[in-house]
């Protein structure tokens, strides 16, 4: 989570709401780390655990991330979720829960709906303090403007 964080701070820096996102393999290696960049991109789908899950995939040579483990910043939104369960990551470890919007857990549960073949196992909360205050001090910047 460590990773993830820094990549959240960096894309604060930049504008874009905090949320770092890291694909871990099964031996331990960062296959990829990325930060949201929906604003310098234009692109709605550019969340950060989209890009990361792309380019651990680009970095594999293959679209299965199988035993890999993405850890990210923010509960993940339904695009995330479902794409972390096409992506068949083993594990998906999330910081900050959330409530308004959030697909592992909260609003839903995409990747644990039993009528999927493939289920990924969720840890979520770690370092979640770290994780919810990057996003409520962007917030709460932000409306200062
Ligand atoms: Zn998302």
Known sequence: MGLALIDAAEASQRGEVPVGAVVVASDGRVLARRGNARESSGDPTAHAEILALRAAASVLGE??????????????????AGAAVLARVDRI?????????????????VVRDRRLNHRPEVVMGVREEECASLLSAFFAAR???
């Open 63 to 80: 679209w299965r991330l199988s035993g890999c483990t993405l850890v990210v910043t923010l509960e993940p939104c339904t695009m995330c």
């Open 93 to 109: 470890v999330y910081g900050a829960v959330d409530e308004k919007g959030g697909a592992v857990g909260s609003l839903w549960d």
């Open 143 to 145: 409306r200062e403007h």
